[in-house]
């Protein structure tokens, strides 16, 4: 790691801002916007974090198939996989595997080519980043996949710790909704990723909150680096893996504390796969 420590130090003397300070974006809004012309290519100014970055042309870039660890608030192996994302393509002209869109943000959704080397497979690799797929999406994942289970294998950054231990990964936990939650108990909704190895069948699954209350996970066969979205009220559940898995607790009332809560998932064992709290205090990444 010394050379990228020492790459990083001469861009931050020498370029001041290039690692760039922002507001916390919502990764978990993917709403396709082609209100604004998709590059093909262009230069990388700055580096928010490991999957955010804006070229010179202002146009700010989500990169696809992986998710990384926050910086805020912060998460274990966030600013390792900012520096590497940074020393790969900061200042450098990359080309866009873009998914035709821009996401509700408008930000690109692209996959980011440096030198021959893809990105998100390079922080796959390194155990900095887990898969993470939004369908439609017709990619070839082979190599996404074999770069994450030699990272797992290996135990390398993220698989080292406790909170990539489980086949589920929370990935963000809106507790708030938009206006009044009792009105709008959709707007509650986490948004769920499968880390593990192997597709997994939800059903059995349950989730519960910091009081212990608990609700059952519908099913539905959530493939390798899909994720899905559990909204708290009704609707009609969408389990076809081509478009985006979306399940409904069915609680006529919001569930999730607007203050301060905490989401626990429990296998079908009655084992905990992951937790993911909630403080109105702190961002929601």
């Known amino acids: 790691m010394s050379w990228r420590i020492a790459f990083l130090v001469a861009i931050a003397s020498g370029a001041g801002s290039a690692l760039a300070e922002e507001p916390s974006i919502d990764p978990d809004v993917m709403l396709v916007s082609g209100d604004k012309p998709v ?13 955010t970055l804006t070229l010179s042309s202002g146009d700010k870039v989500r990169l696809r ?18 520096d590497l994302a940074a020393s790969l393509v900061l200042q450098k002209r990359v ?3 873009t998914s035709g869109g821009r996401d509700g943000y408008g930000r690109l959704l692209s996959g980011v080519v440096v030198d021959g080397k893809n990105l998100s497979v390079a922080l796959l690799e390194a155990g900095l980043a887990h898969l993470f797929i939004i369908p439609p999406d017709s990619t070839d994942l082979t190599a ?23 086949g589920l990964h929370i990935t963000s936990f809106h507790a708030n909704a938009d206006g009044d939650d009792r009105e709008n108990v959709n707007g509650e909704y986490l948004r769920v990723c499968n880390i593990s190895p192997q597709p997994i069948d939800l059903a059995g699954y349950r989730i519960a909150d910091i009081s212990g209350r608990n609700w059952e996970i519908p099913a539905a066969l959530l493939p390798v680096g899909h994720t899905v979205k559990l909204h708290s009220g009704s609707g009609a559940q969408q389990v076809d893996s081509a478009a985006q898995i979306e399940l409904f607790l069915g609680s006529p009332d919001p569930i999730w504390n607007n203050g301060e809560d905490r989401a626990t998932i429990y296998d079908r064992y009655g084992r905990v796969v992951d937790a993911r709290e909630h403080h109105a205090d702190r961002p929601n990444p």
Do not use: F, I, K
């Open 39 to 51: 590059p093909t290519e262009g230069s990388v100014s700055s580096v928010y974090d490991g999957d």
């Open 65 to 82: 198939w992986v998710n990384t660890p926050e910086l805020r608030p912060p998460e274990g192996y966030g600013p390792e996989a900012r």
């Open 95 to 97: 080309s866009l595997l």
């Open 144 to 166: 996404l996949v074999s770069a994450q289970e030699r990272a797992r294998a290996a135990r390398r950054g993220v698989w080292s710790t406790v909170r990539y231990a489980g």
